[in-house]
């Protein structure tokens, strides 16, 4: 009988101390990557382990980190998955090879010290589970030993040895296909050298060029890449918007796409081939195997290594280009979902459209939808006064403060209408009028979220209202769309769709917990963001609230089935119950913090309503007075700061960008014109200008400033307002140059190479032209731009609280 025991008190032992050394290997090469200590880490680490979220941690568990910020937390999670797989494939590896008996101390050593993949596979290649290959069935014909010879030994004759390998019953029909069996076998040995192919993928990764041609009778068909036609740039230095267009102009037949070395080398022998043949001791000496086996070195290049090491340079010049892509796209939705609220107004929404009339929608402070209607005020209608007449009255009875124009088709023509009917209304009550990027709201107006929040509306007035809620808050409204149809991002249909989902999700995650929600009126949309709540437990946070009326305190979340005790501890930081009973629940004081605030409370003896806002009765306190064994200085700093500010909206305040008049179409445009607008997208090679024309602009990053930029967004991000100036205007491609310098050489902006706008037709986004086109009519993502003109949907930087008087002014 044979017993299976569990593991001995040394196997777990030995266990212990193997996963120990792994998770100090992975917190220390994080530590070096993300510029923290190891302790830091491996505290991170614990919180997430143990289901804690990233904003949590990097609000409200600081000591425990020291004061790791979203963004390392963020790289850190990301690396730190990297790393586990990279540990469980080191681990399978050394199994799978030692299963099969070829596992010594030096090859267990290689695979210990590998950093990367790459490395581990490159080790593990000749031990790989294979097809039968050519250089096997040469084996199985016993050639190897006909190998071995001619390769220690170069004097031996090539033809008199293979001789006696001639075996008519094997196979081996005459000496070259004895020779051919050999050549085989060395081939495939050298291209499973670990360390000759880490060498020759560094010399391809310095000196490889990647090498586009257009191809045969696709000039028409493939126009918008005519700057890939014939184009070559080192593998080293060529950026993620030309490599990804050139992976898209391959995959649509237009393009063929390469990766040489050493193309323009003449030399007998290439660098390549020399490092082959030198790792063998391979040497034209005039011996008689010498150029047998220069030959063989010359093949196992040409045939193994060079496009085994082509396929994987270029899937890592896609992982590269894809990871900067969704770098790009995370940074513009950061910026556009912390975009400057215009704020709780009742506002009116236009989503424009000519034959189809221009709908229209009112919403109140709240986001409700009030009221609906269609008006034809463009052709074939042309019912100007019947418009008119529509809109004074919705703006009248629903006291509009704001009125939301969708930048889409006629978004121009609407505009004006708008202007026009604002005319007859005195200043004092006039609404503000803004321009609103549309981008997605086609996507949201068909969701089942639409259909459940306005079940009996029309879908193209589900978009007027989103247009209007965008404005109003561009966070609670912008959560309810897949973010990669929010149309900010670089080639955002090209990368890798769960990468690009994970990462965009991250970003909503963070934007909305640093923010944080009113409890009582966010959707379950914008509550499925908060960190700790699923979707399911949104849902059920909603239900709740619906069936008490509205939550008075933070602790009722408690009573909210199946939101446990973690859940509470991760959520209840970031949503806000204002004018309930517990003061502290407005602010983003977590409630296990709530002693350690009244404590500072009572030091100011000052009730807490009286101290909230009032930063005077903090100043004479010493926060490090107020440390204990569970909060430290790192908290208590934090709640001094939201005491001082309670509630706080890290979003910037709200402005509107001045179009020009009589500057509507890309024909107005003239070189030299001076204009001001609203940036809609921020690429690796620049950033997209909506100046009003239906067409953004693209300022160059050599264009951004009047000093070197080598970051667009170290200067500017997406929906800010900027001035610029037209360099040139190419109206059939509908491109358009454009400067933010003091002074301009126009003459060589002109000539800058066109290659540097990633061989795009940009239309709304650094992702438009070859993505096709979306749902709205509009580019791929929905919608013509990305940021609307100065609307709250633009992160702009304005008045609020003249905007706020102005709004309290008209209602008086």
């Known amino acids: 009988m044979v017993s299976v025991s569990s593991p001995s008190q040394s196997q777990t032992g030995n266990n212990s101390t193997v996963a120990a050394g792994t998770a100090t290997r992975i917190a220390q090469r994080i530590s070096e990557e993300i510029g923290c200590k190891a302790g830091q880490v491996n505290a991170a680490v614990q919180l997430l382990d143990e289901g804690s979220t990233v904003p949590f941690i990097a609000r409200y568990r600081k000591e425990a980190t020291g004061g790791l910020d979203d963004s390392q937390l963020r790289k850190l999670e990301e690396r730190l998955i990297y790393l586990r797989e990279l540990e469980d494939r080191r681990v399978a590896i050394t199994k799978s090879i030692e299963e099969q008996g070829k596992l010594t101390d030096v090859l267990t050593n290689g695979i210990q010290a590998a950093e990367t993949k790459s490395q581990l596979e490159d080790l593990y290649l000749p031990y790989k589970k294979k097809r039968r290959t050519k250089a096997q069935i040469a084996r199985e014909a016993g050639l190897e030993p006909l190998a ?69 009778g696709m000039a028409d068909k493939g126009a918008k890449f005519a700057d890939y036609f014939d184009y070559s740039e080192k593998w080293s230095k060529i950026p993620s ?80 280009a894809e990871e900067e892509a969704i770098q790009v796209f995370a940074r513009n939705l950061k910026d556009l979902l912390l975009a400057a609220p215009a704020g709780a107004t009742a506002t009116l929404g236009l989503d424009p459209g000519i034959r189809t009339g221009v709908k229209v929608a009112v919403v109140d402070g709240t986001g409700k939808l009030v009221d609906t209607a269609t008006i034809y005020p463009f052709q074939p209608r042309n019912d100007i006064s019947g418009s008119r007449a529509t809109l004074l009255a919705l703006m009248a009875k629903h006291k509009v403060g704001l009125l939301a124009i969708g930048n889409g088709t006629a978004s121009r023509e609407t505009d004006k209408l708008a202007a026009d009917v604002l005319s007859d209304i005195p200043s004092a009550q006039r609404p503000v009028k803004v321009i609103v990027n549309e981008a997605g709201a086609s996507v949201y107006s068909a969701s089942e979220l639409a259909a459940k929040e306005m079940p009996d509306i029309d879908v193209s007035l589900r978009g007027a209202a989103s247009i209007a809620r965008r404005l109003q808050d561009p966070l609670a409204e912008l959560v309810k769309i897949e973010p990669k149809s929010i149309g900010v991002g670089q080639y955002q249909h090209d990368v890798n769709q769960s990468k690009l989902a994970r990462a965009l999700d991250a970003v909503v995650e963070d934007a909305v917990n640093a923010v944080g929600v009113d409890l009582n009126t966010a959707s379950p949309a914008l509550l499925s963001r908060i960190s700790g709540l699923s979707e399911s437990l949104a849902t059920a946070v909603v239900e709740h609230r619906d069936g008490i009326g509205r939550f008075d305190s933070r602790r009722q979340l408690k009573d909210v089935p199946r939101l446990g005790a973690k859940a509470f501890e991760l959520c209840a930081g970031f949503l806000r119950i204002n004018d309930g009973k517990e003061p502290l629940d407005a602010s983003s004081v977590h409630p296990e913090a709530y002693p350690l605030a009244k404590r500072i409370v009572k030091a100011c003896g000052r009730d807490v309503r009286q101290i909230m806002g009032d930063n005077a009765l903090l100043k004479g306190l010493d926060p490090s007075e107020f440390t204990d064994e569970t909060f430290g200085l790192p908290t208590v700093e934090d709640i001094f700061s939201e005491l001082e500010k309670p509630g706080r909206d890290p979003r910037p305040e709200f402005k509107t960008a001045a179009l020009q008049d009589g500057v509507e179409e890309i024909s107005d445009l003239k070189q030299g014109m001076k204009l001001e607008g609203t940036v809609t997208n921020v690429t690796n090679f620049g950033a997209f200008v909506d100046v009003g024309v239906h067409q953004d602009g ?74 096709g086109r979306g749902p709205r009519g509009g580019p791929s993502g929905g919608g013509k731009g990305n940021t609307p003109k100065g609307s709250g949907d633009g992160g702009n930087n304005a008045m609020a609280a003249a905007l706020a008087a102005a709004m309290n002014k008209k209602r008086t």
């Not at 031996?156 to 293979?162: F, G, R, V």
């Not at 997406?718 to 003091?742: F, Y």
């Not at 126009?746 to 032209?769: A, L």
């Open 241 to 320: 918007h030309r490599a990804l267009a050139l992976f898209r102009g391959r995959n649509e037949g237009i393009l063929s796409v390469d990766l040489t070395v050493d193309a323009d080398d003449v030399s007998p022998i290439l660098p390549a081939v020399r490092m082959v043949a030198d790792t063998y001791g391979i040497a034209d000496r005039g011996r008689p195997a010498d150029k047998w086996l220069m030959e063989v070195a010359r093949f196992a290049w040409k045939v193994k290594l060079a496009l085994h090491l082509e396929l994987d340079l270029m899937g890592v010049l896609r992982d590269k």
């Open 698 to 771: 693209l300022v160059h990053v050599s264009q951004l400033a009047d000093r070197f930029v080598d970051d667009p967004h170290k200067v500017v991000k997406a929906g800010d307002i900027v001035k610029v100036t037209i360099l040139d205007v190419d109206v059939p491609r509908k491109r358009i140059s454009m400067t933010m310098k003091s002074q301009t050489d126009y003459q060589e902006q002109r000539e800058r190479p066109r290659q540097d706008r990633g061989g795009q037709s940009h239309k709304g986004s650094g992702n438009r032209g070859p993505a």
């Open 148 to 216: 071995d010879q001619l390769l220690a030994d170069p004097q031996k004759d090539p033809e008199t040895e293979a001789n006696a390998f001639v075996d008519e019953g094997k196979g081996i029909a005459d000496t070259k296909a004895a020779l051919d069996g050999a050549r085989q076998i060395l081939m495939e040995r050298f291209a499973e050298n670990a360390d000759l192919v880490g060498r020759l993928r560094r010399h391809v990764e310095d000196r490889g060029v990647v090498q586009s041609k257009l191809i045969d």
